[in-house]
């Protein structure tokens, strides 16, 4: 069974630097999908940046070049290293995986993944 925990999430100033950790239990590294989503008041679930089975990344515009996604299977964890932080990051953020595609992620996925965590929410004060 697959379990998706975040943390690392809180209250942060504008241009802070916080790490969210998603501690991942019955992943298999190499065969799911794992990504970073987050949602804002008012606003629909999007995309912050996914990473397949090899590695590869995808960003969304808005965080690229200040978002990185990482992940150290050794310890079963997902990272999102946050930096230059604005007010309109601020958003419930959450973690998911899916292994439907053996590993990669198509966009067309990106809002079907199979596992979510329950959230942690980052608050950006100006």
């Known amino acids: 069974q697959v379990q998706l925990v975040e943390s690392g999430g809180g209250s942060v100033q504008a241009g802070g630097s916080p790490r969210l950790s998603c501690a991942a239990s019955?992943?298999?590294?190499?065969?799911?999908?794992m990504g970073w989503f987050r949602q804002a008041l008012g606003k629909e679930r999007e995309v912050v940046a996914v990473i397949d089975s090899y590695g590869s990344t995808i960003y969304a515009d808005s965080v690229k070049g200040r978002f990185t996604i990482s992940k150290d299977n050794a310890k079963n964890t997902l990272y999102l290293q946050m930096n230059s932080l604005k007010p309109e990051d601020t958003a419930m953020y959450y973690c998911?995986?899916?292994?439907?595609?053996?590993?990669?992620?198509?966009?067309?996925?990106?809002?079907?993944?199979?596992?979510w965590g329950k959230g942690t929410l980052v608050t950006i004060s100006s």
């Open positions: 019955g992943v298999t590294y190499t065969r799911h999908c």
């Open positions: 998911a995986a899916d292994p439907k595609y053996g590993g990669s992620c198509p966009s067309v996925n990106y809002h079907g993944m199979n596992y």
